[in-house]
């Protein structure tokens, strides 16, 4: 089955920073990539997604990208805000017909110091 | 809209007993899928259900199982709990398919499950 690996585990950035979390896939056949991002005590929500047949995406301070070759996606955050703060995941899901069968990561701790 | 919605918020049980969660999905939505979360293993896909038919199931026991109704509403259920079962349960529920893509999922807020 597919294996996603996320690192790095834990991110500690100074308010302004960028950050960047990177993730690898194992099954070629996955073609949605999904970013969560999970506050404390929060339910997780959607930041940004991206799908196989494009390579970059951006949303103001946030853009994610990908490499199919390679089999492997991140996510850039730039002028990192304290409230930037959380547990992000990164996700890898196949399926055809709007089906969806993601497997995560294991999640990385950003911390934005002030 | 109102957003997702999961009951009961948080739930004790012991071994060997079975547990029934509830999950109701935005308006609209017809597809809702359930998630396990635990410190040790993270986030993991239990199953998806769409127009009350079971479309896809991660990699979990038959313990687990679950059901949707003709409104939507999603039910799942973990007989013969274990201590390991303990967890935060998570329902997601996403719209319609369009074009035959994997649309933005929504989460409810969880139940917390602990088995003693």
């Known amino acids: 089955g597919e294996n996603v690996e996320q690192h790095p585990s834990t991110l500690s950035v100074q308010e302004g920073d960028s950050a960047v979390i990177k993730c690898t896939y194992s099954d070629s056949a996955s073609n949605y990539f999904p970013w969560y991002k999970q506050e404390l005590g929060k339910r997780p929500q959607l930041i940004i997604d991206?799908?196989?047949?494009?390579g970059e995406k951006k949303d103001q301070r946030i853009a994610v990208t990908l490499n199919k070759t390679a089999k492997h996606f991140s996510l850039h955050i730039t002028e990192t805000q304290p409230e930037d703060s959380a547990v992000y995941f990164c996700?890898?899901?196949?399926?055809?017909?709007?089906?969806?069968?993601?497997?995560f990561g294991r999640g990385t701790s950003l911390i934005v110091h002030p | 809209k109102a957003g997702v919605t999961q009951t009961p918020r948080y739930l004790i049980k012991t071994r060997g007993q079975q547990v029934t969660l509830s999950c109701s999905p935005i308006s609209g939505h017809r597809s809702v899928s359930w998630y396990q979360q635990t410190p040790g293993q993270g986030l993991q896909f239990l199953f998806e259900y769409f127009s009350e038919t079971q479309r896809n199931k991660g990699n979990f026991p038959g313990r687990f199982s679950g059901r949707q109704f003709s409104n939507s509403r999603s039910e799942m259920n973990v007989s013969t709990l274990e201590l390991g079962d303990s967890a935060l349960y998570l329902c997601?529920?996403?719209?319609?398919?369009?074009?035959?893509?994997?649309?933005?999922?929504?989460f409810g807020p969880g139940t917390r499950l602990l088995v003693l």
């Open positions: 997601a529920s996403s719209l319609p398919e369009v074009r035959g893509l994997q649309e933005t999922q929504y």
């Open positions: 996700a890898a899901s196949k399926g055809a017909g709007g089906s969806y069968i993601p497997t």
């Open positions: 991206i799908r196989s047949n494009v």
